[in-house]
């Protein structure tokens, strides 16, 4: 079996850093990316059986996980990095000791800014958040990435701003999800904390988890929801009949002709 030469042939490409994924985390990556893969053709075929304006969940959940796909593909091939200088070492790390920089995979963050939102976008529709609450969640959820990603890039104290900013706008996510969210859904109508190799599993099962698996949970539960439901609530979760829209645009009847 010819072993994976992803690092080999792209070692050439873009500056290196000093601690950097080996041919094992290669592997897991394509692994992640494998698994991403079949889970996006999964939701989109079960997507192909249902009437076209029902598949709008299917469609939103495909899509996140084929740039998850993309991402760990890119990760798989270590590209889509830039070293960073560590701001810590650890003496008790020979590997991490050693290191000057570490390599940041700006195209994780690059999936999350796409990603996230379209999760987002799922559990607030299902949840029957009104437009407004919706655009206001995704904004945080965007400022949230990007602050993740700038002060990833940042090697020295500075980065901890970065960090505040970001914890904030995740803080008004969770509340928007667990507070707003859920009155909608029940109204009746840092820093060097991980090795590189603890990083790599760590966000590997995480986006399994999350995308993957959140998917399976999502469309699982529409199972169970009338096509023709087209309740939203207002901002005080009161229940608004709104028409329903095709993905060509315009309202439709629940059974389109």
Request: charged share 15%.
């Amino acid at each position: 079996m010819a072993r994976n030469q992803a690092l080999h042939t792209n070692a050439g490409i873009g500056q290196r850093a000093d601690l950097e994924i080996t041919n094992h985390g290669s592997d897991r990556y394509y692994t992640v990316c494998a698994v991403m893969g079949t889970a996006t053709l999964v939701f989109w075929f079960q997507g192909l059986r249902k009437p076209y304006p029902d598949r709008t969940f299917n469609n939103i959940t495909a899509a996140s996980t084929f740039v998850a796909c993309i991402a760990y593909f890119t990760m798989g091939s270590n590209l889509g990095q830039v070293p960073v200088l560590a701001e810590w070492t650890r003496p008790s790390s020979t590997k991490v000791g050693a290191a000057g920089t570490r390599e940041i995979f700006y195209v994780r963050y690059i999936d999350w800014f796409i990603t996230t939102p379209l999760l987002l976008l799922d559990l607030l529709l299902t949840s029957r958040m009104p437009l407004p609450m919706i655009l206001s969640t995704i904004f945080a959820d965007l400022i949230m990435v990007v602050c993740g990603l700038v002060g990833a890039l940042v090697s020295t104290g500075f980065k901890w701003g970065f960090w505040t900013f970001g914890s904030a706008a995740f803080l008004l996510v969770v509340w928007q999800i667990l507070v707003d969210g859920r009155r909608h859904a029940f109204n009746p109508g840092g820093p060097d904390l991980f090795d590189i190799y603890a990083r790599l599993i760590f966000y590997g099962v995480l986006d399994i988890i999350s995308k993957v698996g959140f998917g399976v949970v999502l469309l699982a539960g529409h199972r169970n929801i009338p096509s023709d439901d087209t309740n939203a609530s207002d901002e005080n979760g009161q229940a608004v009949t709104q028409p329903r829209y095709s993905m060509a645009g315009g309202p439709t009847t629940s059974n389109p002709v």
